[in-house]
């Protein structure tokens, strides 16, 4: 399907010629192609672990374009330390373009507690994601101007992803970029160590993919990658990637 993206000139995608074309490519490749044909108004969205750090390691150390990519992350007030960490020492490392968005008005957990109650995420974790993921993403992509964006999804992640394609159209038809989509936990691993790309501690303690803090615990062997996500919520997305 072609289709394409409004702004001041409208950009043309061909979603299957696209997919077909880079089925077998290099995630690389997929984000050189990004970088050639969408010059302004691409974004990418991290939560940084460690897909996303190999994206950014790509497009930071790699491709190095004139115009760094914006990178968005989401502050729900709730992150592991080590993540906060890590996102501190990827500025210093890839100098990043670093765009972070949160609740508006609520600068702490307690505050957001006093805000909302304690342990929102027990109560309502629909309300909890749509306050510290869903809006402050929407918005981070309307106020960066996004007509693309990138994200660290992969298809043998969960169940849930197995279909996903490495170029997409979100709710708002922007173009969305699945880079890794093809490949295994193993694939990009070996990339890291390959590349000596920076990651979080916690991913050598059990936690293949981390979310907030509260909602976030050890995978088991011969668990999915994201059964740590929301145990027993019967869920492994946040809403992220269903309603935007």
């Known amino acids: 399907m072609s289709q394409f993206v409004a702004s001041e000139n409208p950009i043309f995608f061909d979603l299957e010629e696209l997919n077909q074309r880079f089925e077998t490519a290099h995630p690389r490749d997929v984000l050189a192609w990004c970088l050639e044909n969408i010059p302004t108004g691409l974004v990418q969205s991290s939560a940084f672990n460690v897909n996303g750090m190999v ?5 930071y150390q790699e491709l190095r374009p004139i115009q760094p990519v914006p990178v968005l992350f989401l502050d729900t007030l709730h992150h592991f330390p080590e993540t906060l ?42 309300k909890f994601h749509q306050l510290t993921k869903i809006e402050p993403l929407e918005r981070g992509l309307k106020e960066l101007q996004a007509i693309a964006w990138i994200t660290g999804r992969r298809r043998n992640q969960s169940s849930i992803r197995a279909t996903t394609p490495i170029f997409q159209f979100d709710k708002k038809q922007r173009l969305k970029i699945n880079p890794l989509a093809t490949w295994t936990s193993e694939d990009v691993w070996a990339y890291v160590a390959e590349h000596d790309v920076i ?44 309603f935007i």
Request: with cysteine; proline share 5%; aromatic share 8%.
């Open 55 to 59: 994206i950014m390691h790509i497009l």
């Open 85 to 126: 960490a890590l996102v501190h020492k990827a500025q210093e490392v890839y100098a990043l373009n670093l765009k972070v968005y949160k609740v508006p008005d609520v600068d702490s957990r307690e505050a957001f507690a006093v805000c909302y109650g304690e342990a929102l995420w027990d109560r309502d974790i629909d």
């Open 199 to 242: 990651y979080n501690p916690l991913h050598d303690q059990g936690y293949p993919s981390i979310g907030d803090e509260p909602t976030t615990t050890p995978v088991s062997q011969g668990e999915d990658e994201r059964a740590g996500r929301w145990r027993g919520k019967d869920r492994s997305e946040c809403g992220m990637h269903v």
